[in-house]
């Protein structure tokens, strides 16, 4: 609405700039006739004088150079052509048809360049509206290319905004593409990954049934628990990684101290590690604060202590912090084979099992610890140590 009152305003004052600028040209061009119309009529009433009385030359000469001075209060006052009954009108009278035979010349000419300005506009204009509704039209066949806008103005800004919301809908379109064949991969994974274990309980029933009465509840009860047990820690996951998708998975932001977050979960792995018989260093460097979630965090590296404790059974496990002025570091890493070259692409993939992976796994541990950590204002990274084991970094930035 704003916009087409604008359009109106513009127009209007064009229109109006057009009218005004012949005006002043026709007005111009009358003035410098009647300027020469009255100079010749001047010039032969005096010729016509002199030839007839060469005495009054003097006086002629006077009266012009008067005239010319600006002293023109004596000439108003004596008004020669009424005493001699003459008016005005008698000597303008064969003009006026001439004037407005030119004031319609200039109104004509105005109106004409008028008209030709807006056909031009207005050509122009169309001339857009085609190339957008073309364009428009390949973007409905899904042959659209790069839209540059182009000049300024309302069809600038719309060729500005219409490129923009069609960059938006084909990001849209990818993502919902990559969202359908990720959730088909996941799908196919989780299948997979239920099958194991399913299949596992499902030969230990079978066992169970064919063995002897007094063997039934030994090896193969103890089986269906660890299968269980699988089973419980995937659907956990599953629901984590569900909530991480949707979004309602809230993160607390509070100040938490590197060095207590590390060494609780140590200290919840501290069963496993004497089971692996793996120590755990940890070395205290200060007070050192980050803003994050202590409860996912510490899930989070949990999940990367695991790791490392897997691949160095017998060894130990070390970690360590640093801050500098773009964000706060943490490392942890072993001191065993480290990675396989061919993992390291795909260490954080959902469901990726690596070459040197520990028995048991379902391949999610990793997955889940990147995105609790990007989803904290952190990145993550993986990779082998030049003195040999396998290494993660995590870092949180400062905001």
Known sequence: MVNGRKEILVIVGFALSISLLASACTAFLVSRRDSRRSCELLNAVCGEVLEQAPETERMISAALKESISGNEESMENSDVLSELGYRRQDFTARFYR????????????????????????????????RALAGYLEQVNLGKAVILSASGEGDFARLEDEIYKTMTCLYQTRDMA?????????????IAHQVKTPLTALSLSVQMMEQ????????????????QLARLSRLEEALLLLSRLDSGTLVFQKEEVDVFTLLSLAADNLSELFVDYGTSVE???QGELAVTADL???????????????????GGTVHGSYARNPLYTEIRIWDEGEGFAKEDLPHLFERFYRGRRAGEGGIGIG??????????????????????GGACFEIRFYSR
């Not at 001439?98 to 360049?113: H, T």
């Not at 063995?211 to 660890?226: D, F």
């Open 98 to 129: 001439q004037n407005a035979f030119c004031i319609l010349v200039g109104f004509l000419a105005g109106s004409v360049l008028l008209a030709a300005t807006l056909l031009y506009r207005n050509r122009k204009e169309a001339g857009r509206i």
């Open 177 to 189: 593409v990559q969202a359908k064949n990720d959730f088909a991969d996941n799908l196919s994974n």
């Open 211 to 226: 063995a002897p009465e007094g063997e039934r509840q030994s090896h193969h009860l103890r089986r269906m628990h660890k």
């Open 282 to 284: 940890i070395p205290e």
């Open 295 to 313: 409860d996912w965090t510490m899930e989070a590296v949990m999940n990367l202590m695991k790791n490392c404790m897997e691949h160095a059974a």
């Open 366 to 387: 990793l997955a889940l610890a990147k995105e609790i950590i990007e989803r904290q204002n952190g990145t993550i990274w993986a990779g082998n140590r030049p003195e």
